[in-house]
């Protein structure tokens, strides 16, 4: 048989091999391939085979084309995958920092670096606020529920439903913003509760004294919107939303945010604007609160009530719309707006306020990082006539549109201050203080302190002084002769009629007769700190003086010749503690003359106030006593006066020296002060000034000497030497004459 039939093939000898013959593999692919496969072959088989052949490619520009693109998107879709992977490995190592900084929850509360002073008025009661107020720490639990819903319905709607971060809300605050025609992170942020919270932690950075200039910088720092602080926000939120529960998160927000008026927390603005509790809050009351967050200053309801109102109007809206109110409760708390608390509405003392501030100790005022309570001296309804006064005087008798000011302050004999207007915006804070701050020539208002030096030098309140032409040499300037404001002279008069005509040249005279040294004696001892002039223009007030300084130098007067530190701090204490830090019950200081010298002052400037320059200052039912003051070219008015009760001074002029315009101490002050006093002695009953009965004093022999309760007192007088107070029993009076004698003095 042939091996073509038998399949096999034969090996030498005639054996047959037992394998079978190879194909050529040419020749069977053929047949392999020409076999179809049977209707019910499964369609795998032809998905494989299709894959596997390649698919044709165009060919020319176009395939260069598509080949370009896809090696383009490779490598987009390279970075895209492997950025994606980098940038959530950076979020969380950021996440995982942040999270390992953020501090414990009690810290995140309250983390002022500045404390707070609450002033209470003589009476026990609030009256102004300074620093940082914090009520207390709250939670979601403590305050109304229509607190927490106003907060969530206006500042973030999702707040317990995203991971701290709202995309969308990025978004749609940054379509608003460009479509307003501003940047795209200017005005609506978009931020979250939780990125707002991190805003006020300031992303982790505490404050640092050493390397801000102000707290207020700090913070203003940390509110800036930049590309970059956005994108710190992130991480710090997720760390926030991994390390605090979405309730601890909104009570750090509810006691750090700044609510106005000195307010941080939502407790602190509650008994700030209402008096009441966060707990006690009414839906409208809530809802004026929450609507302070987007700007606090702007809208503070002790700001303008009325815009407060239509923000708040517009925050129950949104709590109607989220199902946080009903439509009859929104009916019903639009219809009764929120309004401020009747001590809120107080708003008066500011000048009172930041006097206290200035002159208390700066670790425990300005610069207090404790809460601290200051019971003061001022009295709410002095400080109300006085304030009501000013406003009627510029409003009736200064030309309409006039720039001219006027300060006021209130005080008892000891100095204790009662009330304050630093100028005619009473209600603001932190303005100039005309009362403690400006420096003016004194005037005439002066003059009392002369008479005071020559009264304790012994001279009495009936002795004679020359009001003639004087002219004085002045080294480096030359002559100069003084003029009284009538131009005419009068003669010999006494010292009484010389105090209430206010003549010049008999003051000048009078001074140079006691020795100036005399006159800025008794003058700064009363409490004139500023410096004052060495030449003989010092007696008709050149030298520069405060309303402050020269009202508590009158109180001297008033209570007998003792100085006194004007004092507005009655005791101040940490809230909290039970014994005060600091108390004051007396402003008192030494005496500088003597009773009898201070009850013959007061007379004389009875004297002037009934029947001389003073006259428009007379009350109708008691006694007073002051004196008026004008300076050159009427640059500025005086007219300072006490009762028996308290003493007042008031200040008249502009702030850049312009002369007033037909005002003298006479005129307008002496009115202004008239109008103030009426007000505060309204329900106090008449007393009599503490001064002498010249009826009673009689005339002294010119040539009989004698000592007297002030010290020496002869015709002539002693020159240039202040004697002490009297002394007390008879062997001291005896030695003081021995003294006198040998010093030749009789």
Request: aromatic share 8%; net charge neutral.
């Amino acid at each position: 048989m042939s091996s073509s039939g038998s399949g096999r093939r034969s090996t030498p000898g005639g054996r047959r091999s037992i394998v079978a013959d190879r194909r050529p593999a040419a020749a069977q692919k053929p047949q392999a391939s020409a076999r179809k496969p049977a209707s019910g072959g499964t369609g795998s088989t032809r998905r494989r085979r299709r894959s596997r052949a390649p698919r044709p490619r165009p060919r020319g520009p176009l395939g260069w084309l598509g080949a370009l693109v896809r090696f383009v998107w490779r490598i987009i879709w390279g970075l895209i995958w492997r950025g994606t992977v980098a940038v959530m490995l950076l979020l969380g190592a950021a996440t995982a920092y942040y999270y390992a900084q953020l501090p414990d929850l009690a810290a995140a509360v309250d983390a002022r670096y500045r404390g707070s002073v609450t002033m209470l008025d003589r009476n026990g009661n609030v009256f102004a606020w300074r620093g940082e107020q914090f009520g207390g720490a709250i939670d979601p639990e403590t305050v109304s529920p229509h607190l927490v819903n106003a907060i969530v319905a206006t500042e973030d709607r999702r707040f317990y439903r995203h991971l701290g971060v709202s995309p969308r809300g990025i978004a749609s605050a940054i379509r608003i913003n460009l479509s307003e025609g501003r940047g795209p992170l200017s005005g609506h942020g978009g931020s979250t509760i939780t990125q707002q919270v991190a805003k006020l932690m300031c992303l982790g950075v505490p404050y640092d004294p050493d390397t801000w200039e102000s707290e207020a910088d700090y913070e203003q720092d940390c509110r800036r919107t930049t590309i970059w602080r956005k994108i710190q926000e992130v991480p710090f939120a997720l760390a926030m939303e991994f390390r605090y529960t979405k309730d601890e998160i909104l009570s750090v927000y509810m006691n750090r945010a700044f609510l106005g008026a000195g307010t941080r927390g939502f407790e602190a603005a509650a008994q700030r604007y209402f008096a009441t509790s966060s707990a006690d809050l009414n839906p409208q009351q809530a809802a004026m609160l929450a609507g302070l967050l987007v700007a606090p200053s702007y809208y503070a309801p002790t700001r303008d009530l009325d815009r407060a109102q239509r923000r708040a109007s517009t925050v129950l809206r949104l709590m109607e719309d989220q199902g946080y109110l009903t439509a009859e409760q929104a009916a019903a708390a639009q219809a009764n707006p929120a309004t401020l608390s009747d001590r809120a509405r107080q708003d008066t003392g500011g000048a009172f306020a930041d006097w206290i501030m200035s002159t208390g100790p700066d670790f425990l005022t300005g610069e207090t990082t404790e809460d601290v309570t200051i019971r003061t001296t001022f009295d709410p309804a002095m400080q109300a006539a006085a304030e009501a006064a000013l406003e009627n005087v510029f409003a009736n008798q200064v030309r309409e549109g006039s720039e001219a000011q006027a300060a006021i302050v209130v005080m008892s004999a000891d100095g204790a201050v009662r009330a304050m207007v630093g100028g005619r915006d009473t209600a603001g804070t932190g303005l100039f203080n005309r009362a403690t701050q400006a420096m003016r020539q004194t005037g005439s208002s002066f003059k009392p302190f002369v008479y005071a030096a020559a009264l304790e030098l012994g001279w009495r309140f009936d002795d004679l002084i020359l009001d003639a032409p004087l002219t004085l040499n002045i080294p480096g300037s030359g002559p100069w002769s003084p003029e009284n404001y009538t131009g005419e002279f009068y003669g010999e008069v006494t010292l009484t009629e010389a105090l209430r005509q206010s003549l010049n040249t008999a003051a000048v005279r009078l001074s140079e007769e006691v020795g100036r040294d005399a006159v800025r004696t008794v003058a700064a001892q009363f409490g004139i700190e500023s410096d004052l002039a060495d030449g003989p223009a010092l007696a008709l007030g050149a030298s520069e003086s405060t309303l402050i300084e020269m009202t508590g130098a009158y109180a001297g007067i008033l209570n007998g010749g003792s100085a006194v530190l004007p004092y507005g701090v009655q005791e101040l204490r940490l809230i909290g503690d039970d014994r005060p830090l600091f108390e004051q019950t007396t402003g008192i200081q030494e005496r500088v003359i003597s009773e009898s010298a201070a009850r013959q002052l007061t007379y004389m400037m009875s004297v002037a106030v009934a029947q001389g320059t003073g006259q428009r200052a007379q009350l109708p039912d008691r006694p007073v006593a002051g004196k008026t003051g004008t300076t050159n070219s009427q640059r500025d008015a005086w007219f300072i006066g006490f009762t028996a009760d308290y003493v007042a001074g008031v200040w008249m002029g502009y702030d850049d020296n312009t002369p007033l315009s037909g005002v003298t101490g006479g005129g307008l002050p002496a009115e202004l002060w008239r109008q103030t006093m009426e007000g505060i002695h309204r329900d106090i009953s008449p007393r009599p000034l503490p001064m002498i009965d010249p009826a009673a004093e009689g005339r002294r022999d010119p040539q009989v000497v004698e000592y007297g309760p002030g010290g020496l007192i002869g015709t002539p007088p002693p020159r240039g030497t202040l004697l002490g107070p009297a002394p007390q029993d008879d062997a001291d009076q005896i030695l003081m004459r021995v003294l006198n004698g040998l010093l030749g003095r009789n």
